[in-house]
DNA sequence: CCCTGGCTGGGCAGTCTGTCCAGCGAAAAC
DNA sequence: GTTTTCGCTGGACAGACTGCCCAGCCAGGG
């Protein structure tokens, strides 16, 4: 199949030119990229429904930029948890709004989690309701300055469809 | 004005249950919307252009799942920069596609970036790669195990909706 | 040599979008 | 108290898109 059907998983370069396309320019709609990518429209919505039913295009939420919600500051927390109290640790971290994911990492049940404040003053509630709780033995903040590369997706998208 | 008019910044109820509602079923249209939210078209349609306008709403871009594309592995890497060659390290991090993303945080120079690989074999070659660059005299890597919270933002949508 | 699977190009009905408009009500300004 | 401003409503229109269907073509796999 010399058109670029694919091989059980991954994608092709179709299918990295289209996911790129819709990062570039969400509001187009199938007959439009059909139209930019120089294929038929079946196809792309071929490519599309391939894509979701692989898992990987999760969806086309809206991106909302806490800053705009008026929480500019943001900052990575590592946590030390004492042995046993993880599941609830979870459950507390989970129930923060501030918290907007949380990780948990290689080395004594540490966890990573990225925090979000109105500002750096506010930061230390923030830091106070996420780390006062028990289970939490230490943490540590580092208080994020620039943004250098905002979280990205296209050169992987990129890499893996040129790696087919 | 009662009806949910906004004071300069931030977002109301409405804007709250709007993005909310676009984010758990994103392919709704701007009329679907307003039926599930209870307002004349026009008024969502307002909302939106605002939201997008104050850049609450960055965009519908596609969320890829890099584990869909081969990277099932997530990794935090802290690294230690030597004085002055931030900028080089920034651009030289920027070049590869397994950086997710980047960040400069306080203390000495310091930088946190997200990175993904093919296994945690290949995570030894990323690593290689990214710090394989002078300027970045020590590396810290902290291997995602679990992933409690995903990145989300809705809780706090809902918070910053309520604060008014 | 035939079959399978993907792509093409076309068509159709139903629906949504973008964009107007007039009117209303309430807060804000005077 | 009165006027102005602003957001929301409800309706209308043409244009465009979507979801879905189909026959035909082509190349690799069996």
Redesign the interface.
């Known amino acids: 199949m010399v058109k670029g059907g694919r091989a059980g998983?991954?994608?092709d370069a179709l299918d990295g030119r289209l996911?790129t396309l819709?990062?570039r320019e969400?509001?187009i709609g199938v007959l439009e990229a059909s139209r930019r990518l120089g294929v038929a429209r079946g196809t792309v919505q071929a490519r599309l429904d391939r894509l979701r039913a692989?898992?990987?295009?999760?969806?086309?939420?809206?991106?909302?930029?806490?800053?705009?919600?008026?929480?500019p500051v943001?900052?990575?927390a590592?946590l030390e948890i004492k042995q046993g109290l993880g599941a609830d640790v979870?459950a507390h971290?989970?129930s923060?709004?501030?918290?907007?994911?949380?990780?948990?990492?290689?080395?004594e049940g540490?966890m990573?989690?990225?925090l979000?404040a109105r500002s750096n003053a506010d930061l230390q509630r923030v830091i106070d309701k996420v780390v006062g709780f028990e289970g939490i033995v230490r943490a540590a903040t580092?208080?994020?300055?620039?943004?250098?590369?905002?979280?990205?997706?296209i050169?992987?998208?990129?890499?893996?469809a040129r790696d087919v």
């Not at 295009?57 to 991106?63: A, D, K, L």
């Not at 923060?96 to 080395?107: F, I, S």
């Not at 580092?142 to 997706?153: G, S, T």
């Not at 050169?155 to 893996?160: G, K, R, T």
């Open positions: 998983m991954g994608i996911i819709l990062d969400p509001r692989q898992g990987v295009i999760r969806g086309f939420g809206p991106q909302v930029d806490p800053a705009a919600l008026g929480y943001t900052a990575f590592t979870r971290l989970a923060v709004p501030e918290v907007l994911e949380l990780h948990t990492t290689t080395g540490d990573l989690c990225r979000v580092a208080i994020v300055m620039e943004n250098p590369v905002p979280l990205r997706i050169p992987l998208v990129e890499q893996a």
